[in-house]
Every structure is written in C-alpha cells, then in structure tokens.
C-alpha cells in the first residue's frame, strides 16, 4: 500500500489509523472505523467533483491561497509572539492580571473560558455541535480544493467523533504532496486556516446585517422581548414569555447590551456606595436612581414599625426606605452612594409595590430636576429613597405585554407607554441584579405580527452565527500555533524551507526548537487559563 497523507487538523498519519483496501493506487472501497471512544463515516464520492473543480479554477485557487499564506503567516507570527509574552508571564518577567489572561485565552483560543466554564443548555450544546462540524467541514474542504488545484486528488472525506467531539478530515497521497515546490505545499496547508477565517468574516457580516435582513418581519432595538422565564429565575411570576421589558430604573432598554450595562452600573454603584459606608460609620447606602414622593401621613404610619439596634427591621415584605433631603433628590442622578443619618426617625418600612405607585422625587438615571426649588415632592410629601446593600438592591422595571390576546388591538407603539393601554406594568425586583440579569432569556428583536413563536428564529440565527464565529476561529487559531501534530507544524516546517537557505539540518534544528517552545508553552497556557483562573 501507498503511503498517504491523513489530515486531521494537519496531523500526518500512516494509513493504519484510518483503514484503506486499496486495488493499485485507486481506492475503490472504504471501511469505517468504530470504536468504544472513536468512530467516523468516510465518503468518496465527492473525490472526483472536488478534484475537477479545484482544477478547473486553478488559476484563480492559485492566487486565492496564496493570499491565505500572507494573513496565515502573519496570524502565526502573532500567536508566536503571544505565545512568547505568555511564557513571560509563566516566569514573571511581566506583571499579570485576570484581564490580561481573559485576552490571551480569548486570542488564542477564540472564546473566553468563563463562557465556557458556565453550564451549557441542550441548546447551547447543540449549537456548539452543528456549528464545530462546519467549522471543521470548512476548514478540510479548503484543504482538500487547494490540494486538487495543485493536482493531488483526495483519496476521502471522513467525518468522525472522537470520545464526544466531531469532526472531519480528508486523505490524500502524502509522496505527491512531498514532491511540491514549498510555497505550493504552503498553499495546501494554510487553506484550511484562510478559510476558517472567512467563515468568521461572512459570519460576522450576516450579524452586523441581520437587523436589515429581518426588518420586514421584526423591529430591531425598540425594546426587549422575554422569551423564556425559568421557574428557577428569580423573575418567575413577575414576567412571562412575550413580555416587552422597556425601562430598567427609569432608563430606556432598547438591546440586550444596553440590558446588561445598566445591571452592571446598578451593582457597581451599589458597591460603590458600601465602600463609602465602611468609611463613613453610621451612614446608610441610598439608591440614586429613583426616589418617590411619599405622603406624610403614610410615612406616620411606617414609623410604628420598630428598628432595633440601628439595623433594619423591617419585615420580609417590606422594604426599607430612608427619608432624605429633597434638594439632594437632584444629585443623586449621578451619585448612588449618599449617606444619610442612620437615625431611627429618618427611616421607614414601606411595600415596594405601593411605593412605585407614587410620583418621583427624582428622574432615576435619565435626568436631573430642573425646577427652581430642585424639588417635585408638594409640602405634604416626603422625597424617600430605598437602602441599598451589597446582594439587596432596589430595580424598577416596567414592561408591556403586546403581544396579549386583549392587547393585540393596541395601537402599534404602545409598549412605549403600557400603563395607557393597560397592557403592562411595573414593578420592583430586590436581590441580585446580576444574577437576575441571567436568569432570562431575551431578544432584541420585536415580531411585526402577534406571533409569539417568530420571535425565537432571530435568536436562533444569531446564536448559531455567533456560536460559528468563536468555534471558526478557535479552529484557525489552534492551527496558526507552531505546536506538533497541528497545521501549525507543516506550515512552519514549508515556512523555514521556502524562506531561508539554511541547510537541511539547521532547518531541522530550528524547526524542533520551535515546535518544542509552542507546545510546551502552549500546554501551559492552556491549564493555567482553564484550571487555574477558576481557583
């Protein structure tokens, strides 16, 4: 039998791996390998189409891979030198930082590992899964045309999963390849890199696109669609599926971006505001978001409920609030961490829900009070605003629900003002605005028509798109790394040889020397971003 070159993922095999009978050099039948941890089906009907084609367009492949080699050469160059920087850092040349290792994994491996290290969905798993076997279809097919328009015809397309990760491969006749100028093994080698590069490209376009794409059946960025409310988030029974969440404290939601700073900016200021309190002994956090104009009268009553020790007391349904000056109600638009006098008469136990009822004495995160006596409360009201700690913090959300059966009717735009249809509310979330942030599944995208359903498809394309792009280019940066048994070690080895004039045994050297720094560092690297950065 022939010798062969077998890729997986530019990996040179005997044919042992991968059974081949062969009749001559043709290869007439295949057999399939199973086994308790690998398994893959391989196609050799697509040997004789791919061939003519790559052949057919030569000259054109030709000039298409040799752009390629430039941006897979100039992707290996700077994987190296991360490479370098991160060995720098292993031996504490340079400073470390948690940021500094969430780049490096995101450059060299294409996602962040926190991202991963989350538990993934069914769904989450399926989209990993479609999206790495075109990936990986991408990836050999570059292999496998750019092959054929140097004349080496593929002996078969195999598609595999080992242990529980897919993948594909293609065999072609390793002597024919050997024979090849070094620039034209070089086009055969970095194609599949070039290729996985572009996926990532049109990925990224069809995203950024998707909005015009869609707009003759959804509205992209007016508001923010609920699609799926587990019973285990913590707002179960306040939203549900088809919900339209509008503002967020007062500030106007428009993409699930905007959703996630402003959770972040909450938490943040909250957390600001305990640092000033550990500073400052006796003071209490106030939220600077929203305040509300309370009647004296109510304020009377919440003062029969008893404060022990300076700390709150108030029931579980209750919140706390704390009275504050109605001149301050202005600057706390910008600033969350006041502190008031901790003094029993200056707070109070109220129901949130009741609370959010009444007028505010400050416009939460949108603007600030403009009226002479920075004031919007009458004389027979108290501007209160709720006490904030660490893990208990006070969200205003309003929603709309037009998508209801008795809110279909509704004039188009009136999730903008849902109270005025009657079709939404608001109400207030207490606890974790990260984790609340979460625990719900959201779309951007608003269905022109009262179908609930539709509103998955846009989700759907643009997780898939998005799952594509970071598994494409995790592909072509593992590939770009100088380490053994990837494409990085052929591509390196047709480098040195076409580029330099050094002898067969200093290139050889050389060669070793590289690939030995790549996987040493890169195996580093790799535990100590994803063991490590979790500890």
Known sequence: MEERRVRRYGRGQNHSVLPLQTSGSRTRYLSNSISCWYCDYKISALNGPLFRFGRRHARFFKVW?????????????????????????????FGESTELK???????????????????????????????????????????????????????????????FPGALVAF???????????????????????????????????????????????????????????SSSLSGYLSPGDVIVTLDGKRIHNEQEWGEMTILINDKVLQGSKH????????????????????SLVEESRKISLVDDQSACPDDLMEFVAIKCSDSSELDNDIGYGYSNRTENRHCLNAKDVVKHNTCSHGWVTKTTNGSNCLCSQDESCLSPIQFPGIIWAEITYSSPYAPECVQVEKNSFLHPESANCGGTFVFVGDVISMAHSIQLSSYLPRWPNVFSAYLPKVLEKNLICL????????????????????????????????????????????ACLLFGTITCMVAFFRIFFLSFS
């Open 65 to 93: 891979f040799s752009i390629g080699v430039g941006f897979t050469l100039t992707s290996m160059l700077i994987v190296t030198l991360i490479l370098a920087w991160e060995l720098g850092i292993i031996v504490h040349v």
């Open 102 to 164: 969430d780049v490096l994994s995101s450059f060299l491996f294409g996602f962040s590992p926190r991202v991963y290290a989350l538990r993934l969905s069914l769904a989450d798993a399926s989209y990993l899964l479609l999206s790495t076997l075109i990936s990986v279809s991408v990836h050999e097919f570059g292999h496998a045309i750019a092959a054929a328009s140097e004349g080496i015809q593929t002996e078969y397309i195999a598609i595999f999963v080992a242990v529980l």
């Open 173 to 231: 006749n390793y002597e024919l390849l050997q024979i090849l100028q070094p620039f034209d093994a070089l086009r055969v080698y970095c194609a599949g890199i070039w290729h996985n590069a572009l996926c990532c490209a049109v990925c990224g376009l069809v995203v950024f696109l998707l909005p015009l794409v869609l707009f003759p059946f959804y509205v992209h960025g007016e508001g923010l669609m609920v699609l799926e409310v587990p019973f």
């Open 277 to 296: 309190v550990e500073n400052y002994k006796g003071l209490a956090i106030v939220h600077g978001g929203m305040s509300y104009c309370i009647s004296n």
């Open 469 to 512: 792009f970071q598994v494409s280019l995790t592909i072509a940066l593992l590939n770009s790394l100088p380490v053994y048994l990837l494409d990085g070690e052929s591509i390196l080895e047709a480098a040195l040889c076409h580029f330099t004039l050094l002898g067969q045994r200093k290139r050889a050297k050389i060669l070793q």
